[in-house]
């Protein structure tokens, strides 16, 4: 080797020692950073401890079903979804434990499979709504949401009511059970509402994905609930917040009828500090339930702890693979770092100050921390060189004669020790041992994900000269499980069995009269109920049974009150173990079902029956004080011939509820009909009058609707009369 080489190299190791020195003094400050919120999380729950939780019950679900459901929106911007929103929609509809919500999906002009897939939901999910953005995609998440805001402002108008939140999802979030009601119980005390977010776990060797579940675990089990109780101010992660109508208002005050800012790529992020600006009330909701079967689903392992595991939340799949990782934290460093900086400043208040100053930090923190490794990975390989090739040239240790450094990395190493216990502890308490014990190799990978979305973003901001320009990157979404499945419409069913022509179907629907195309086949007598009624249960991949609505089992119709099924247009016909088995006419949303389930204290399951059948047993079991005489005699007559089948049948298919008939006649939209209903309460005012108090028909199309059910009743009471 020569002496030249040797001098150059004593160079180099002189220069690293006092690299070594900088950086171990910065990673000390940012240490120091990390400590304080440490002190202060663990110093909060230690007082917690003894001055609250030691002479007060805590709080559980019960205290949430003590609140009367208020109207909800969730948002939903959708862009490249296909597959992704049905199958939101129909686990929402399953799992959520509320019924008084809306799902609105944003889509855009040119994405027509989007569009085409939120459609078929909103055929079988009444509370979900299409919404189709002013302007092509992808534009911001912040347009979109826009959009929807619109869309929902005019379904109140037409609705008649007015909704208590707003809701952030995306479309592959995967909803807590209790979330809805969570929300409902501190509207609208609190005008943003964010509750944790919890990633799914990868597989071990996935480390990209995995960096995401340490870094929420740590985030929002410990930081964001120190940055509330410093400062009161609490930043949305874009999903599972809530904002209120006040907060809304204001919003949409201040931006001239735009609430979200199109141009920035974090909104949310920026309307925590606009909200806090306004004085609104903010809040970090950590809110733990007691029923297993009330929280989002996952295996029990070792070191989980129930409190953490139980929480209400949101769980998603974050992206898998480094681009795509790199891509979404750009986007984010660039809205909170750089558009953030300039849209928001600084804070007249110290202490939100230093969190700006947390969240801001990145571009030195992630570049020191990237430093850091290699200046480790290349002192690691000195050292290998000396075990390997003893005789090699030896020099001093970087570490000699400097007692600052040797001092600094005894601290630093001290603090690394507590950050790898801190998030190691917070990841087991959710996820168990196992995923806290790979939080350690995966923080070294976090930098390096994290520096490349720095250099990523900065990258960009320097090419488009201003932050503002910079283009929302969309993240591609990934949901747990995906059903998709296609639904041949009714009359083609009925064709491909042989049971109807092309003529008669093209007749059917092209009546002048708008019934919906099962009742009208019947009044034409080309198939009979139970044709039908095999049929639809074909179509809708559902149970059905034939049903005599006046040999039910009075003990069975005991068990549901007067006002459930009337509301719900359901009769109890069996039990199978614990779950009741209720009929209906036509599909029952999960979401009803689920309220169904909440009153009668039980599990139920629905089954369709034929045309007719269902209505005749709620008129028949659960007479209205208001029933006229016409009704009670033809039940009379029926009753006394309740084994004459042709009776039933020809009777069954002249019966129609006044709901329906306002839906068909094009009189009351399903969607706001369905809205209607939620508050309706049949013991105190009729159908008919309730629409009309909601400002949703008049009292002459009430009439004219109530002449064309009577037509149709005639025609009942004249077979009736036949048999007498």
Same mark, same amino acid.
């Given at each position: ?5 040797? /001098? ?62 208020? $109207?909800?929106?969730?948002?939903v911007p959708a862009w490249n979804e296909v597959g ?24 855009? $002009? ?25 302007? $092509? ?35 592959? /979030? ?24 919890? $990633? ?85 909701? &950590? ?96 050292w290998l060189v000396t075990i390997i090739s003893p ?95 296609? &639904? ?141 005489? /016409? ?47 939620? /508050? ?45």
């Amino acid at each position: 080797m020569s002496l030249g080489f040797v /001098d150059f190299f004593a160079y180099v190791l002189f220069g690293l020692k006092y690299l070594a020195i900088t950086l171990a003094l910065l990673m000390f400050v940012l240490g120091l950073d990390d400590l304080f919120i440490d002190v202060v999380y663990w110093s909060r729950k230690l007082i917690r401890r003894w001055r609250i939780y030691e002479k007060f019950e805590r709080a559980d679900e019960q205290r949430l079903y003590a609140i009367a459901e208020k $109207p909800l929106a969730i948002m939903v911007p959708a862009w490249n979804e296909v597959g992704v929103v049905g199958e939101m929609a129909r686990l929402a509809a399953s799992t959520i434990d509320y019924e008084n919500y809306q799902i609105f999906v944003g889509t855009y $002009p040119n994405d027509a499979e989007t569009q085409a897939d939120v459609d078929a939901v909103c055929r079988h999910y009444p509370n979900v709504h299409k919404v189709v953005c002013a302007r $092509p995609g992808p534009t911001s998440k912040a347009d979109c949401l826009n959009n929807i805001i619109d869309a929902i402002l005019r379904f109140e108008s037409e609705a008649r009511i007015q909704f208590a939140g707003f809701i952030l999802h995306d479309a592959e /979030d995967v909803i807590s059970p209790m979330e809805l009601r969570l929300y409902n119980y501190l509207l609208p005390n609190k005008d943003l509402i964010q509750i944790p977010v919890y $990633p799914y776990a990868p597989e071990w060797k996935g480390f990209t994905a995995g960096h995401y579940v340490d870094e929420f675990a740590e985030n929002h089990g410990k930081d964001v609930i120190v940055r509330e109780a410093l400062t009161g101010q609490v930043p949305s992660a874009g999903v599972g917040t809530c904002f209120s109508r006040k907060a809304i208002s204001a919003l949409l005050e201040d931006g001239d009828g735009i609430a979200f800012d199109v141009q920035s790529l974090t909104e949310d992020y920026d309307i925590g500090f606009r909200l806090k600006q306004k004085g609104m009330k903010c809040i970090f909701a &950590r809110y733990s339930v007691t029923d297993p079967k009330l929280a989002l689903e996952q295996p029990w392992v070792f070191g989980m702890n129930r409190a953490f595991s139980q929480v209400i939340c949101v769980r998603e799949h974050f992206p898998r693979d480094l681009q795509h990782a790199i891509r979404q934290k750009s986007r984010w460093i660039v809205g909170i770092v750089f558009q953030g900086t300039k849209n928001l400043g600084w804070s007249p208040h110290g202490l939100l100050n230093y969190f700006l100053w947390r969240d801001r930090r990145g571009l030195i923190a992630y570049l020191l921390s990237f430093l850091v490794n290699l200046l480790f990975l290349v002192l690691l390989a000195m050292w290998l060189v000396t075990i390997i090739s003893p005789n090699a040239w030896r020099y001093p240790s970087i570490l000699s004669e400097s007692a600052l450094l040797r001092t600094l990395l005894w601290l630093n190493g001290l603090m690394l020790l507590n950050r790898l216990f801190q998030r190691g502890w917070f990841v087991t308490r959710y996820y168990g041992l196992w995923e806290g014990l790979l939080s350690a190799p995966r923080m070294m990978w976090s930098n390096f994900v994290n520096f490349f979305a720095n250099l990523r973003a900065l990258r960009q901001v320097m090419e488009m000269g201003d932050s503002r320009r910079v283009a929302w990157d969309k993240t591609t979404h990934e949901f747990p499980a995906l059903t998709k499945a296609h &639904r041949t419409p009714l009359g083609h069913r009925l064709v491909e069995k042989g049971l109807l022509t092309e003529e008669q179907l093209e007749a059917a629907i092209t009546n002048p009269i708008r019934r919906r195309l099962g009742h009208e086949l019947l009044l034409r007598e080309h198939i009979n109920s139970t044709q039908l009624v095999e049929t639809l249960a074909e179509q809708l991949d559902m149970d059905w049974a034939p049903l005599n609505p006046f040999k039910l089992d009075k003990r069975l119709i005991e068990l549901v009150p007067r006002k459930v099924a009337s509301h719900y247009g359901v009769l109890p016909v069996a039990e199978e173990g614990d779950t009741l088995i209720l009929a209906s006419e036509g599909p029952v949303s999960q979401v009803s079902l689920g309220a169904i389930s909440r009153q009668l204290k039980r599990p139920v399951r629905c089954r369709l029956a034929p045309q007719g059948r269902v209505t005749l047993g709620i008129r028949y079991w659960y007479a209205s004080p208001r029933q006229n005489e /016409d009704v009670h005699h033809m039940l009379e007559v029926l009753e006394r011939h309740q084994d004459d089948e042709y009776l039933l049948e020809r009777v069954s298919h002249h019966q129609i509820l006044l709901g329906n008939l306002l839906q068909v006649r094009g009189m009351v939209p399903p969607s706001l009909f369905n809205q209607a209903l939620i /508050d309706f309460d049949a013991e105190h005012m009729s159908l008919g009058q309730h629409l009309i108090s909601r400002g949703m028909i008049t009292q002459e199309v009430l009439e004219q609707a109530l002449v064309e059910q009577a037509n149709e009743q005639q025609a009942a009471y004249r077979i009736v009369r036949e048999v007498e």
